[in-house]
């Protein structure tokens, strides 16, 4: 059964023929309308004052012809709300039909959602907090705490180049103009380096030193032809104006590039690759080799739209991801559960203990938290 239809009857807009196939399939064992139960149970439960319609628009806001939309994405993120998570094994296993309960707390620390976050360095190292209800100004740059902007100096060949960083904690977020207007979101625990402004004449160079970044670059026609390049550890991006998304975590054993839009060339020293809009380069740091795939484009930058997308993703890959949005540790003592493949669209402004309960609730995994640190059991 598409999960499709499976909204499409709970939103009472089926035809008569997929009428038809539901009935067939909803009939067919007790165990899928236990399922339809607990689907249209959770898809009630979004929070208030979420437009649907507007939230697959958010998620959708990618120019073609990259994207490929894919019917399940479409539904679950026009929800804009976590659904429910689906385990690909979950019609293969007998389950209880019994909800689960919520994960076991013995020790209540508040979970905090993430926010729009940072430390701000300027360049004779003197380091600014970034957030809410904090503003900041100087003669290049402002802050209204939620966004950082600079302004375009005109700087020419001889003047002193400055550099400022900006680091994401874990549990953070942000987005910073350029002086080229260059846009750049920041996903948490990351960290950007970059000219407050451009040397004239020559490439606009930032350094992602770590963690995941989205870039909508400024045309190189805007700027005498200047290219623009991303630096990270194993890897240079050269693009002529594109939108691009880097995710290059401490943690990873890879850096991987995918293109919405536009042209990209990416040199590791030893080969160069130029991507294709919808293709993704993943970088190996062991052998320092290149892969090229094609990819779901709204799967990958769905957390700069405000949401956490995973198409048949491992629960361990899912709880690193979450792990930084929440700032909390998990440690994984069910090696079984972890390598379990989930489906689902979740918003970034859930609460923790709401994602753990619905994946709880596939019966795969069961969770314990004391304070910040949750075990999977």
Not at 156 to 178: C, D, E, M
Not at 268 to 297: C, R
Request: net charge neutral; proline share 3%; charged share 20%.
């Amino acid at each position: 059964m598409e999960f499709k239809l499976i909204i499409k009857k709970i939103n009472n807009t089926l035809n008569q023929e997929e009428e038809q196939r539901f009935q067939s399939w909803y009939q067919e064992s007790e165990k899928h309308r236990a399922y339809f139960s607990q689907v249209k149970e959770n898809y009630g439960q979004y929070p208030d004052g979420v437009d649907l319609k507007r939230g697959w628009e958010q998620l959708a806001t990618v120019k073609k012809p990259a994207l490929k939309t894919i019917g399940f994405w479409k539904y679950s993120a026009a929800a804009a709300v976590v659904l429910l998570l689906i385990s690909i094994a979950f019609f293969n296993k007998n389950t209880s039909t019994t909800p689960a309960e919520t994960p076991a707390v013995t020790e209540v620390t508040p979970v905090i959602i993430g926010t729009d976050k940072a430390i701000l360095t300027l360049d004779n190292g003197e380091q600014i907090v970034l957030e809410k209800g904090n503003s900041f100004k100087a003669p290049a740059v402002s802050s209204n705490g939620e966004t950082l902007i600079y302004k375009d100096q005109n700087a020419s060949n001889n003047n002193k180049v400055a550099y400022n960083t900006v680091t994401i904690p874990r549990g953070g977020q942000f987005f910073i103009t350029l002086s080229d207007g260059t846009k750049v979101w920041l996903n948490s625990d990351s960290q950007l380096r970059y000219p407050v402004n451009f040397t004239a004449n020559a490439p606009r160079k930032v350094s992602l030193l770590y963690g995941e970044a989205y870039f909508e670059v400024s045309p190189s026609t805007a700027h005498n032809g200047a290219h623009f390049m991303v630096a990270t550890k194993n890897q240079e991006v050269e693009v002529l104006g594109t939108q691009f998304n880097i995710k290059a975590y401490k943690e990873d054993t890879h850096i991987a590039t995918t293109l919405v839009e536009g042209k990209v060339l990416i040199n590791n020293g030893l080969s160069t690759n130029n991507l294709k809009p919808g293709q993704q380069a993943t970088l190996e740091a062991t052998t320092n080799q290149f892969s090229v795939k094609e990819v779901d484009i709204n799967n990958e930058i769905s957390w700069k739209n405000g949401f956490f997308s995973f198409k048949e993703k491992p629960l361990n890959e899912i709880l690193q991801v979450l792990s930084r949005w929440y700032d909390v540790d998990f440690i994984i003592e069910n090696k079984e559960a972890a390598s379990v493949p989930f489906n689902g669209v979740f918003n970034k402004k859930q609460a923790l203990e709401n994602i753990l309960s619905i994946i709880e609730n596939t019966n795969e995994a069961k969770f314990k938290t004391v304070g910040k640190t949750i075990v999977l059991q």
